[in-house]
């Protein structure tokens, strides 16, 4: 009778975790796993056009709401004639510009195919549709006072070529705007083969008689929205983030922003602006040494933008001023990120343990350019962690050798002092002591070790590297849940038995929550990509061959500790 009570109250228990765990990823923005609410409809701010406002204030203007408002006014061209889209290809790229601020309202990434695989469909990062909200956009803003000048509304006329042709290696398009405030507006977007940063030239014309001084911005400019696809069982930030030299890398939720809890650096002279997502990104880059401000704000319901403002000097008459900056539409593959810019590979996020994580990435793609596989690199790695922790693992296994040897007597003064606490507390202690045996040697040695195991479990959840990644036979998408399921249940099994092979807790309740939480565990694993179910596995096996041979060496012979529930004859279990 106790058992089905302990059982009914294990299940109640169960359940409170997942309406606990639901709950959670509601209040973090995620959609609940178990029982998820009917979905909202799209906000207004994805509908076409909508990401065509937010003009940023100038420096020292008035408040943002107002320096938009006015800009919007000043503007007055938005809406003269629908836009004309340009069609720009390379070997990496296929964008959409627009007549419209020659703003990019599309990005497609040729090289990297949508997690649909019967699609067939290539990545969209950015786009301005029924479903997404995401463009790129620049223009120029005067001083409070001045004239408006032209932003990312004014029409422009474009010229130059459409696509990177064979044997070309660049492509040059450039897109002008008329004179509006005594200025003219032209940006030159230069794209090179296999890149998938752009080169952005911004020039100011000053048609008029007198020297005008204009801010340019650039600014990324995005729903709330998390990327189709995203898993609830693991969290991957999506939002805006600031860099700079001084505070590094920033980043705030959408939330955050809508709440007005915005807390970044405002204004710094190196670092760039982006917008993250698992596995992509974009970015506005600036070169060092000019004096930038920084900006995050919500535009409208449901849209947020992420830039920066750069004062030019004062144009003269009848000259050109020019600004060079980068833009940046692609995958967050590290060591690229890290030759475009020094910093920019921190958007592939790997939070608090970046001094852990990056090392590892850097020897998995050394391997990787060995062994040509990244699902045996995957396993070629836990190979090297572990070979690096052995002597600590084995000062692990040996402490656990030793209490599984200890635990017959301590099974038996549980029982034979049952119903005297106190006492059987100091026996205990007494049997540790006269076995020279520490309760907490098999615990400390992996406790170390956690850090690192969780630091390689983020550069495996971030690298876009695994994303269509083959490792054998069936596997066809290490960044993709196991279609058949063997590997989660291959890891679920060897936890099951890396569990049987520790010594069982002289505590039944503790016995019981030593099987029963890594089952639970275990779910989780079905969800999982495969190369982080395969990184487990490989763990499991490498310390269930590790402690099976220190046991045997230290005379203790491997047995299986089934806990008392997996032991019952089916006619026991039935009285019980």
Known sequence: MNDIRRSILWVIFGFSMILLWDAWQVHNGHKATFFPAPGKPAASASAPGAAASGVPAASGAVAPAAGVAAAIAGAGTATQAPATMYEISTDVLKLKISSEGGSIVRAELL?????????????????????????????????????????????????????????????????????????????????????????????????????????????????????????????????????????????????????????????????????????????????????????MQKIKDNLYSVGMRAPMTAVAPGATQATETRLFIGPQVENKLEAIYPGLELIKDYGWLTILAKPMYWVMEKLHGFIGNWGWTIIALVLLIKAAFYWLNAQAYRSMAKMKAVNPKIMEMRERLKDKPQQMQQEMMRIYKEEKVNPMGGCLPIMVQIPVFIALYWVLLSSVEFRGAPWVGWIKDLSLPDPWFLLPVIMTLTTMLQTALNPAPPDPLQAKLMWYMPLAFSVMFFFFPAGLVLYWITNNVLSIAQQWLINKSMGVPPQFNLPDFLKKKPAEAAKS
């Not at 956009?137 to 474009?158: C, D, I, K, R």
């Not at 398009?173 to 004179?179: D, F, G, K, T």
């Not at 400019?221 to 898993?231: L, M, Q």
């Open 111 to 295: 090289q990297h195919k949508d997690d649909d695989k019967q699609s067939k469909r290539n990545v969209v990062l950015l786009d301005n549709s029924a479903e997404r909200a995401y463009e790129a956009h620049s223009g120029l803003v005067g001083m409070p006072g001045q004239a408006a000048l032209p932003n990312h509304f004014v029409p422009m006329t474009f010229s130059g070529e459409r696509s990177l042709k064979d044997g070309q290696n660049e492509l040059m398009v450039r897109l002008e705007s008329a004179e509006m405030g005594g200025v003219k507006y032209a940006k030159t977007y230069t794209f090179k083969r296999g890149a998938y940063d752009i080169a952005v030239k911004h020039e100011v014309i000053n048609t008029s008689g007198a020297p005008v001084s204009a801010q340019l911005y650039m600014q990324l400019v995005r729903d709330g929205n998390k990327p189709p696809g995203e898993s609830s069982f693991y969290s991957t930030f999506t939002g805006p983030v600031v860099y700079t030299g001084e505070k590094k890398y920033q980043k705030v939720d959408f939330t955050d922003i809508a709440k007005n809890k915005v807390d970044i650096q405002t204004s710094s002279s190196s670092g760039y602006v982006a917008m993250a997502q698992h596995y992509f990104a974009s970015a506005w880059l600036l070169g060092d040494g000019v004096q930038r401000d920084l900006y």
